[in-house]
């Protein structure tokens, strides 16, 4: 048996042991387990082997970084991934608590499972085979682990900005993306960006008795609600004025290879977005609308009285959390600035609005014959004994962006999460096979691009 083959019980309890801290960097009673989650990160870089292993201090958690340079004239692979989860609420839709990692079949569930302690950690036992077993890599290879990805990356941002020499590489490869489907190797090359922000609407400078001033007081909530509507129609389409003007359509050859893709409309809506039905632009196929359409989101909506009973208020005030995602060649800014004009475009007579940026992220398309994306394949190819296929995907990474402006590097996205894993959701889960295999083939890759 080969060396990850005899340490997958090690890996396993390395996995779990990762997944007990709950590092959630939304909440800040959570910093203590976030400094502890990045300390395990470190450590883990250090017996992997690493000739540095460290914390990088800054404004925000902690980054990570270790490297190991002894391959001269070889390229330099910067290893990316996140140690921080988002919260596992609601908690009561969780199977076994969110942070106590319980084994069910071939999978292992657990808040940050798949997104992205255990695809981080296929990384760094990857790196720690290779140097196990011979001493050396075969190309140089940096780590570069942030704590603020769900929060919007910004300790990280400003660190590459910086121009800081340990960023200096020729690609990057991020394990924190999926499969298209079980056992079926895949690459994203597609990455939709996003503007997220908060619509606050003032009405009154008090909540008001809607009886005494129901029908000449505004409402702040129903106000949102005007808005939202205006900015999108009810098939979906955004009615920003110049929004979906740069808006980069799929090549015809993306289109046919997505075509032929095992995907099942029905199946998608019943098993994995588990709807009545699917909506969105209907001239659009399914595939299309998640990987290259822009989208615009309402993630909550708060004002008002929302206790028991009843309560016969006019709020003051409102506030909505709002988010688009973008697609090539949008321009995070530009889009913005669009967003927020025809915000106040909509805004009812007697109320004051105003949006206040939470992250933007730009959006990112990899050309399919990089070199360094066709070497990914190859080694997909040879670890899982099927030809790779590439897609987009309809979330976003924002290191991406900041990779490809300020580093101008292709960033290789190797995911071996499944489309079933509940990111962001309860009973989120990573595929153990998929675990292992994906160590095999980040091992593998090395070795190709080492020639």
């Not at 340079?69 to 989860?85: C, E, Q, S």
Request: hydrophobic fraction near 40%; proline fraction near 8%.
């Amino acid at each position: 048996m080969s060396y990850f083959e005899d340490n997958r019980d090690r890996y396993l309890e390395e996995l779990k042991a990762f997944l007990r801290i709950p590092s959630i960097s939304t909440l800040s009673e959570h910093a203590a387990d976030i400094r502890r989650a990045s300390e395990f990160v470190r450590a883990g870089l250090e017996k992997a082997g690493l000739e540095r292993a460290e914390l990088i201090e800054g404004d925000g958690n902690p980054l990570v970084y270790g490297q190991w340079l002894g391959a001269p004239g070889k390229p330099t692979v910067l290893f990316y991934g996140h140690y921080d989860v988002q919260p596992p609420d609601p908690l009561e839709e969780w199977t076994s608590p969110p942070f106590e990692p319980e084994l069910r079949g071939e999978d292992i569930f657990a808040r940050g499972a798949s997104d992205d302690k255990g695809q981080l950690w296929i990384l760094v036992k990857a790196v720690e085979g290779l140097l196990a077993t011979r001493g050396s890599l075969p190309v140089n290879v940096r780590f570069l682990i942030e704590g603020e990805e769900e929060t919007g990356g910004e300790h990280i941002e400003a660190f590459v900005a910086s121009g800081d020499p340990r960023t200096k590489a020729d690609a990057a490869v991020i394990c924190d993306t999926e499969m298209f489907a079980p056992n079926l190797p895949t690459i994203c090359v597609g990455l939709r960006g996003i503007v997220y922000g908060e619509l606050h609407v003032r009405g009154a400078e008090q909540d008001l008795h809607s009886g005494v001033y129901g029908g000449v007081a505004p409402n702040p909530l129903n106000a949102i609600a005007e808005i939202l509507t205006a900015l999108k129609d009810r098939d979906g389409h955004i009615r920003i004025p110049g929004f979906c003007d740069k808006v980069r359509p799929p090549t015809a050859e993306e289109l046919e290879a997505w075509k032929r893709l095992p995907f099942d409309e029905e199946e998608y809506r019943k098993k994995e977005v588990r709807v009545s039905e699917l909506v969105g632009e209907p001239e659009y196929s399914p595939l299309e609308r998640v990987w290259a359409r822009p989208t615009l989101d309402c993630h909550g909506i708060t004002g008002g009285f929302t206790g028991e009973g009843a309560k016969t208020v006019i709020p003051a005030r409102a506030t909505a959390k709002i988010s688009t995602r973008l697609v090539a060649d949008q321009d995070p800014e530009e889009a913005e600035a669009q967003l927020v004009a025809a915000i106040r475009a909509a805004a009812p007579r007697g109320v004051s609005v105003e949006w206040k940026t939470i992250h933007r992220a730009a959006p990112s398309l990899v050309d399919t014959g990089d070199p360094f994306v066709r070497a990914a394949a190859r080694a997909l190819e040879e670890t899982f004994g099927k030809p790779t296929v590439f897609i987009r995907s309809g979330g976003s990474i924002p290191i991406v962006g900041v990779f490809d402006q300020h580093l101008r590097i292709p960033s290789v996205l190797m995911g071996f999460g499944l489309p079933d894993d509940n990111l962001h959701a309860p009973n989120e889960k990573f595929h153990l096979p998929n675990f292992y295999r994906g160590i095999q083939a980040v091992a593998r890759y090395l070795e190709v691009l080492g020639g």
